[in-house]
């Protein structure tokens, strides 16, 4: 007596998603799936939040994953992306004015030391306040909520003008 087909298994042996290929971070995989997308297959990522949390380690990585009837084919088309990004000359791409990066990485950096700053001020204001609080003392609990009030004003400063030019010369 035949048993009726079961509707949890593919009725094709091929007819599921493979893994085409593990990349080290889900920003590759993503790359590679949208490349895929673009060309006409279906690609999906899996893994790739798993891979950001442990670096892309060797026991999680990034996957690619296309349907398997489309495995052969999608391994030539990655071949050709590949191909194709191997014969850019990143040397002639142009980025812009170097003075333009400079700028933004100094910026970038003086922003960092803005907002470790704030982290680093926050508890001592919150440790010099307490202290106040048990001594009674009302000038301790002013310098405590005066360094907490300062942290607060640079941290609403960096975030209101994060991206906003303040060069009077440009």
Same mark, same amino acid.
């Given at each position: 007596?035949?048993?009726?087909?079961?509707?949890?298994?593919?009725?094709?042996?091929?007819? !599921?998603?493979?893994?085409?290929? +593990?990349?080290?971070? !889900?920003?590759?995989? +993503?790359?590679?799936?949208?490349? /895929?997308?673009? $060309?006409?297959?279906?690609? $999906?990522?899996?893994?790739?939040?798993?891979?950001? &949390?442990?670096?892309?380690?060797? &026991?999680?990585?990034?996957?690619?994953?296309?349907?398997?009837?489309?495995?052969?084919?999608? $391994?030539? &088309?990655? #071949?050709?992306?590949?191909?194709?990004?191997?014969?850019? #000359?990143?040397? +002639?791409?142009?980025?812009?004015?170097?003075? +333009?990066?400079?700028?933004?990485?100094?910026?970038?950096?003086?922003?960092?030391?803005?907002?470790?700053?704030?982290?680093?001020?926050?508890?001592?204001?919150?440790?010099?306040?307490?202290?106040?609080?048990? $001594?009674?003392?009302?000038? /301790?609990?002013?310098?405590?909520?005066?360094?907490?009030?300062?942290?607060?004003?640079?941290?609403? !400063? /960096?975030?209101?003008?994060?991206?906003?030019?303040?060069?009077?010369?440009?």
């Amino acid at each position: 007596m035949t048993q009726p087909p079961n509707p949890a298994q593919p009725s094709q042996p091929h007819a !599921g998603a493979v893994v085409l290929i +593990e990349t080290r971070t !889900g920003f590759e995989a +993503e790359t590679i799936a949208a490349a /895929l997308n673009a $060309r006409g297959i279906v690609a $999906r990522t899996a893994d790739t939040a798993s891979a950001a &949390v442990l670096g892309g380690t060797s &026991v999680v990585k990034a996957k690619v994953l296309v349907a398997a009837e489309v495995q052969t084919l999608a $391994r030539q &088309v990655l #071949d050709e992306i590949r191909a194709e990004t191997s014969e850019i #000359d990143w040397d +002639e791409i142009d980025i812009g004015p170097e003075e +333009e990066a400079t700028r933004f990485y100094a910026a970038r950096r003086g922003r960092r030391v803005l907002w470790t700053l704030c982290v680093i001020l926050v508890p001592v204001g919150l440790a010099v306040f307490a202290l106040g609080n048990n $001594r009674s003392d009302t000038v /301790l609990q002013s310098i405590g909520g005066t360094v907490m009030l300062s942290a607060l004003a640079i941290a609403i !400063g /960096l975030t209101i003008l994060v991206g906003k030019r303040v060069d009077p010369g440009d």
